[in-house]
Structures are given as structure tokens and as C-alpha cells.
């Protein structure tokens, strides 16, 4: 019976995860730059996808959903006011990229922006607003 009680705590606390994740999608303003996140916001932030557009190139974490060029995201923080980012093009391997973005809400708006840098692609100021 205590297994049971086990594997079944097990299923409900993997369910509530699953329930936890969400997406955040941040853009410059002429579009030529997007970045999208698959997270988990359980305790923690955690990263579950991304895909990063530059142009005409793409980078992705999982290739069963987007073409691209492998890309992980390295470690990631995210509070009440700050997201933070940084991304690696292999595991274990450098900082290619980082997402530094600040919120605020006033009344029910939300607003978040910030600053996106990719190695020998540049640096871009984002509008990370869009949430999911």
C-alpha cells in the first residue's frame, strides 16, 4: 500500500509541473530577432525549449519542433522583476548568448524588455511582454 501512496505522489507532483509550464517570447522591433522559451516555472525556472531567429537563421533546442542550429540554454533566473538568460551552443561549452530582461506591472499592465547579445551577431534591445 505504501508503494502505491509513493508512485502515486510521484504522478501528482510530475502533473503539477507539467501544469507549470508556460512560454515567453521576447522580439526587437523590426522583428529581426526572436527568442522563445518553453519554461517550467515550478520552484525554479527551468528552460524546457528555446528558439532563437536572427534574420534568415535559426538556432533550436529541439529539431523535432524547429530546424536550426543546436543551441542549449545554460543557467536561467527569473523573479518578480528580472529574467536572465544565458545560452550555450553545446553542453559544458561557452556562452554564445545571454537575455537580460526587466518587468513591472502597474494596474494589471505588464510590460518587459531588455537586452539580448548573441557572440559575432550582435546586440539587440527586445520586448519581452509576451507571456504564456
Not at 507539467?18 to 529581426?32: E, K, L, P, T, Y
Given at each position: 500500500?505504501?508503494?502505491v501512496?509513493a508512485?502515486?505522489?510521484?504522478?501528482?507532483?510530475?502533473?503539477?509541473?507539467?501544469?507549470?509550464?508556460?512560454?515567453?517570447f521576447?522580439?526587437?522591433?523590426?522583428?529581426?530577432?526572436?527568442?522563445?522559451?518553453?519554461?517550467?516555472?515550478?520552484?525554479?525556472?527551468?528552460?524546457?525549449?528555446?528558439?532563437?531567429?536572427?534574420?534568415?537563421?535559426?538556432?533550436?533546442?529541439?529539431?523535432?519542433?524547429?530546424?536550426?542550429?543546436p543551441?542549449?540554454?545554460?543557467?536561467?533566473?527569473?523573479?518578480?522583476?528580472?529574467?536572465?538568460?544565458?545560452?550555450?551552443?553545446?553542453?559544458?561549452?561557452?556562452?554564445?548568448?545571454?537575455?537580460?530582461?526587466?518587468?513591472?506591472?502597474d494596474?494589471?499592465?505588464?510590460?518587459?524588455?531588455?537586452?539580448f547579445?548573441?557572440?559575432?551577431?550582435?546586440?539587440?534591445?527586445?520586448d519581452?511582454?509576451?507571456?504564456?
Amino acid at each position: 500500500m505504501k508503494k502505491v501512496l509513493a508512485v502515486i505522489s510521484l504522478l501528482l507532483a510530475s502533473a503539477n509541473a507539467a501544469f507549470a509550464s508556460g512560454d515567453i517570447f521576447c522580439r526587437s522591433a523590426d522583428d529581426n530577432l526572436s527568442v522563445s522559451l518553453l519554461v517550467s516555472r515550478s520552484d525554479t525556472l527551468t528552460i524546457l525549449r528555446t528558439v532563437i531567429s536572427i534574420g534568415d537563421e535559426t538556432w533550436s533546442s529541439d529539431s523535432s519542433v524547429q530546424a536550426g542550429t543546436p543551441i542549449h540554454s545554460g543557467q536561467a533566473y527569473e523573479n518578480d522583476g528580472m529574467l536572465l538568460v544565458d545560452f550555450i551552443g553545446e553542453a559544458a561549452g561557452p556562452i554564445v548568448a545571454r537575455l537580460k530582461a526587466f518587468s513591472s506591472e502597474d494596474g494589471g499592465d505588464y510590460v518587459s524588455g531588455g537586452v539580448f547579445t548573441f557572440k559575432g551577431k550582435g546586440a539587440f534591445v527586445v520586448d519581452c511582454s509576451e507571456r504564456g
